[in-house]
């Protein structure tokens, strides 16, 4: 791919681009109007409930409710206030939904014109959706079930010096430790009126994502390929993070598993590796290979995950607005196409960089 054919698909699209960016902000507009129509209805109804439970000890918050909600001699008075919120969050969900499908057709027409553009000879599909058992055979993710929902945002299979490279754009949440705090807290009484604000309302109000970007404990870039090496156990290569780690523990999936301790000190400052065969472990992190997933993690300057397991490698790269989708922000800059193939691009050099084809 020369630079003159990238700066031909850009002309091609840059108007496109420009579309793209005027939808999205106004698919923000109608989804933070949403969330603070929807906060403002929450509140409201909250402070009906505390004001009839606790009269004495918020006596501030009962002269507030029956001033905006009603007074018991009429308790269903409340309804007159609260009835113009449901009207309009009926009516701001309906131009929501409107405008995020004419935003998303939009994006994803535009990412696959300009995949087959760029890489001709790959297969790409933005209907077909992964299997989670190719997802939990990585064992990447400590969490991650069969029954886990799990969205594919596009599929792309290209050949690499005769390997077959999969790399897929996916989200899904995990019941990781924080979700289940999480969880565990909304079943509190009181406790859970802040967390549903700043969890649900706050956060979705304050973000510059789209609705279907918010919510993943995991969404990037997911890739699987076929080794060259026949392996009898597992060896997974994660993030040297403290909550990545807690999580792999606390799972109690990877009991057999134990923690290699490698020389690279470059490599381990980045990645922790567990493996339930030591000397397995080393024979296929060698010094070149650690040297390369080094390289690649500096490549994608994200967080990725790497694990080899019987005839197979997979990559995980975190990616908040998904390899198959644009970032936030203004789309006007050929960066945005050059970014897309520099991500691709670096995913086809673990063929290479790791061998997988010899």
Request: hydrophobic fraction near 40%; proline fraction near 3%; aromatic fraction near 12%.
């Amino acid at each position: 791919m020369t630079k003159q054919d990238i700066e031909h698909v850009y002309q091609e699209t840059s108007a496109t681009l420009k579309t793209i960016s005027q939808k999205r902000k106004a698919t923000l507009f109608f989804q933070k109007m949403m969330w603070l129509l929807m906060g403002m209805y929450f509140v409201g109804a909250t402070l009906v409930v505390l004001s009839a439970y606790f009269p004495e000890e918020l006596k501030w918050l009962s002269v507030i409710a029956n001033k905006l909600l009603g007074n018991t001699k009429n308790p269903y008075q409340q309804l007159y206030y609260l009835l113009p919120l449901l009207i309009l969050i009926s009516i701001n969900s309906y131009f929501f939904s409107g405008a995020f499908y004419r935003f998303k057709t939009l994006e994803m027409n535009t990412i696959s014109k300009m995949i087959k553009q760029l890489f001709p000879q790959a297969e790409f599909s933005q209907t077909s959706q992964i299997n989670n058992n190719i997802t939990i055979e990585s064992k990447l993710f400590a969490w991650i079930k069969t029954n886990t929902p799990i969205y594919t945002f596009g599929q792309m299979r290209t050949s690499v010096n005769g390997t077959y490279l999969n790399i897929a754009d996916i989200g899904f949440i995990e019941n990781h430790i924080g979700n289940k705090l999480i969880n565990s807290s909304l079943k509190i009484p009181l406790l859970n009126i802040p967390v549903v604000i700043y969890q649900y309302i706050l956060k979705n109000i304050a973000t510059s994502k789209t609705s279907d970007a918010v919510c993943f404990s995991f969404r990037g870039m997911y890739c699987w390929a076929n080794f060259n090496k026949k392996l009898t156990t597992r060896t997974i290569v994660i993030p040297n993070s403290l909550t990545t780690k807690l999580d792999r523990f606390a799972s109690f999936n990877f009991k057999d598993e134990e923690k290699i301790a490698l020389e690279d000190a470059r490599f381990n400052s980045h990645f922790s590796v567990y493996s339930p065969d030591q000397i397995e472990s080393r024979y296929v992190l060698s010094s070149s290979v650690m040297e390369k997933i080094t390289t690649l993690k500096e490549r994608f300057n994200r967080n990725i995950m790497l694990s080899f397991i019987n005839n197979k490698v997979f990559l995980a790269v975190e990616n908040p607005n998904g390899i198959f989708s644009f970032p936030s922000g203004k789309l006007d800059s050929i960066t945005i196409i050059e970014e897309l193939i520099a991500e691709i691009n670096t995913a086809q050099s673990m063929v290479t960089e790791l061998k997988l084809n010899r």
